[in-house]
C-alpha cells in the first residue's frame, strides 16, 4: 500500500503537489510555529499533499488544516503514519481539524494508515464518504477493531437511509457485548447519498470475528465499491463468510484481497457465491486462507466458470495438491487475461511445477510465476519415503550377518 501511495502522490506534476518530506524527515511539529515553513509551502492551487513521516500535535494540525482549506482542487492527501509517539487521545481532535479541511477541498483520495486511530480515529474522516469527489479510503494498520468497524458500517448504513446496527442485529456473542454498551443513535448523520467510495483499504486492523461482522451489515451498501482489501486480520472462518455474502451487494468489485485470515474449506462456498457475482473481477488474493488441498481444489474447480476477466490470482500457503495445480494450468490455456499466479507454500510435484512454467510460458507470460521456493514437493516426500526403506532393508541385512 505504500508503493501504491507513493506511486499515485508521483503521478501529481512538481508545481501541483507537496511533500512534507521536501523540508524535514522524522520531524517532530508540536506548535504553530513549528509549521511555519511547511504552510508556506502550501499553495492555493495544490492538488496533492503528503505528511507521512513527521509527527504533529493538535496545534500543529491546526494551522496546517487552515492553509489546507483555502486548496480547493486538492484531490489527494497522503496523512499516513503522522502521529508517531502521540497519545491515542491526541490523535483524533488532530485528525479531525485536517478532515474538516479536506471537506472544502476536492478531495478524492485519503490515506491514514500507520496511525493509531481505534473508533475515535475512524469517526474523524467518515464524514467525507458522502463528498461526491471521494473515492478512496485508506486506513491500514490503524488498530480500528470492531469499534472502529462499527463506525464505518453505520456511516454506510445511515448514509443509505439504514438504521445503525443494534443488539438485535448481532449474531457472534463478543459483537453482542460491545452493542449492549454501545451509544450510538440510529442515525449519526442526516445525510443521504449513493456512497461514491471505490476503494476501501481495512487491512492489519484486528477485526477478529466481531470486527468483520460488524463491517459486514455495511459493506453491501457501497454500490460503486471496485476494490476491498481486509488482509491480516484474524479473520475466523464466520466473519470471512458474513464479509463474503455482503459483498455480493458490490458487483462492480474488481479487487478482492482476503490475504493472510482463516476461510478454510468451509467458507469456500461463501466465496464462490460471492464470485459468481463479480463480473469483472481481475485480481484475487486468497494467500494465507488456509483452504488447504480441498478448499483449494473446490475453489479452482470454480474459478473456470466464474470470474472470466481475472489478471492475478493468489493462492499461496494453501497446500494446493497436484489436482489443483492441473486446474490452475486449464486455466492459464482458457484465460488470456490470467497472467499473474503467486502459489507458494503449494504441495506440488516437480513435473506439475515444470507444467505450470511452461503453461505460463505458453500463454505468454515467462515471468508470471511468483517464487515456488516454499513449495513441498510431493515427489521429493516419496522419494524420501521410499530412501528410507532402502536404509531400513539394509541395516536389517547387515544385522543378519555373522562374523
Known sequence: FFVFAMSKFESFSDELKFSSSSVATAKRYDSAEDVEELIAAIKKDLKAVCFSGNTYSEEACASIAKALAECEDLEYADCSDMFTTRLKTAVPPALKLLCDAFEKTSIASLDVSDNALGGPGTACVVDLLSKNSFTTLRINNCGIGTAGALVLANTFRNLSGVESISLKDAKHEDLKEILEDDQTPAFTTESRCEIPLQVLVVGRNRLKVDGAEALSYGLCHLKNLKEFHAASNSIPPEGLIAICHSLQSCTELEVLDLNDNS???????????????????????????????????????????????????????????????????????????????????????GSTIKKLEKAMEEAGHPDGLGSMSDNEDEEDEEDEEEDDDEVDTLTSGVSKLSV
Open 263 to 349: 476461510l478454510k474449506a468451509e467458507g469456500v462456498p461463501e466465496l464462490v457465491a460471492l464470485l459468481e457475482k463479480l463480473p469483472h473481477l481481475r485480481r484475487l488474493n486468497v494467500g494465507d486462507c488456509s483452504l488447504e488441498a480441498e478448499g483449494s481444489l473446490e475453489l479452482l474447480k470454480a474459478l473456470e466458470r466464474v470470474a472470466p476477466k481475472l489478471e492475478f490470482l493468489d493462492m499461496t500457503y494453501n497446500e494446493i495438491d497436484n489436482e489443483g495445480g492441473e486446474i490452475i494450468i486449464r486455466l492459464l490455456q482458457s484465460r488470456e487475461n490470467l497472467s499473474s499466479l503467486e502459489l507458494n507454500g503449494s504441495c506440488f510435484s
